[in-house]
Nanobody
Framework: QVQLVESGGGLVQPGGSLRLSCAASGFTASSFAMGWFRQAPGNEREFVAA????????YYGDSVKGRLTISRDNAKSTVYLQMNSLKPEDTAVYYC??????????????????WGKGTLVTISS
């Protein structure tokens, strides 16, 4: 049974940091590109970051470049999203996803094969 389980969300003040984790099981996650997407109320799902199976290639959405960092530990089948300098506009449900294809292709939510259920991140004072 394929599972992607996100954790690490919560309430943080503006300027703060969070680290999200995504634990994969039920498939060979080390062979998949992985990505993070987010969706705020009333908005479409937005690409945040993607990483190739090896970790050598990484892509970021324009609104998060320089503040968020994606990484992975294939031995643990886990992908991370380190979030720094958080802003109220980062408030959203963050979803982890897996793609049999490339990290470049993982910038499009329609290309992803598996999805987690999401974790809520709220940035507020």
């Amino acid at each position: 049974q394929v599972q992607l389980v996100e954790s690490g969300g919560g309430l943080v003040q503006p300027g703060g940091s969070l680290r999200l984790s995504c634990a994969a099981s039920g498939f060979t996650a080390s062979s998949f590109a992985m990505g993070w997407f987010r969706q705020a109320p009333g908005n479409e799902r937005e690409f945040v970051a993607a990483i190739s199976w090896s970790g050598a290639s990484r892509y970021y959405g324009d609104s998060v470049k320089g503040r968020l960092t994606i990484s992975r530990d294939n031995a643990k089948s886990t992908v991370y999203l380190q979030m720094n300098s958080l802003k109220p506009e980062d408030t959203a449900v963050y979803y982890c996803a897996a793609n049999r294809g490339t990290a470049a292709a993982s910038q499009t939510w329609g290309a992803m094969d598996y999805w987690g259920k999401g974790t809520l991140v709220t940035i507020s004072s």
